[in-house]
């Protein structure tokens, strides 16, 4: 089976426990409005790659990956989930770490099939409530929160992470409605802020299209620390 695949990062510490390569496919049903990775958006023909080549290229880093893993990410890699299972049970062979790095808005059953070959998610929480989502994101609060509901059934780990953007969601009452959210779900074993940054810039420019929120300030970093030990 062939996939749409982006790129692949064969040193990324950030996107799960350890060193990881890190897969990022191409499709993405949202637009969010702080979106790093717009070239990512479509699916294009000649990105298409077969579940063994992608596989046997993650399995080259092996030496460097065995004690961390691999993580799929995007765009958003649920749009591709039967690819990705056939990737995922090649690097099986191999007792690699997987995770998904998602923002739980596709829950067929695709997706839990490949959550059935996945060690861990990385939920992308993004804002807390409908009318947010659809504003700033173009998605469901109420998708997210049932894929949340599906990886506590499964007892399948989750870290969750949310961008905090500055003048949205960067308030200590978001922190605390978040942390109110997610408390009673036993399956997260990590809750991770991210800064709002603007280093997409470029890509935008050079796509020809607008950044939505161009003039936003990056997120301060004592702030975003302050705001971690609240959802701690």
């Not at 990512?40 to 092996?62: C, D, F, G, H, Q």
């Not at 804002?127 to 949340?148: A, C, N």
Request: charged residues 30%; negative net charge; proline residues 4%.
């Amino acid at each position: 089976m062939k996939g749409y695949v982006h790129s692949l990062q064969s040193m990324g510490t950030v996107d799960g426990p350890g060193v990881r390569a890190v897969l990022f496919t191409e499709g993405c049903p949202l637009r969010c409005a702080y979106c790093h990775n717009p070239d990512t958006w479509e699916m294009k023909e000649e990105n298409l790659v077969s579940a063994e080549e992608i596989a046997e290229k993650i399995i080259r880093l092996y030496p460097y990956i065995k004690n961390g893993g691999v993580t799929f990410s995007g765009g958003e890699p649920c749009m591709q989930s039967e690819f990705l299972y056939e990737v995922a049970v090649l690097l099986k062979d191999k007792n690699l770490h997987i995770a998904l790095d998602t923002s739980g808005c596709i829950l067929d059953e695709s997706t839990k099939k490949l959550l059935t070959v996945t060690d861990m998610v990385l939920l992308d929480i993004k804002m807390t409530s409908e009318e947010d989502y659809k504003k700033y994101i173009g998605g469901s609060f109420g998708k997210t929160i049932k894929f949340l509901a599906y990886l506590e059934k499964e007892g399948i780990e989750t870290w969750i992470r949310h961008v905090v953007v500055p003048g949205i969601n960067d308030t200590e009452e978001d922190i605390k409605k978040l942390r109110k959210l997610i408390s009673d779900y036993t399956c997260i074993t990590k809750k991770e802020l991210l800064p709002f940054r603007t280093l997409c810039l470029e890509k935008y420019e050079n796509m020809g299209i607008d950044f939505p929120l161009k003039g936003t300030p990056q997120t301060d970093k004592e702030k975003l620390n302050k705001l971690q030990k609240i959802i701690q």
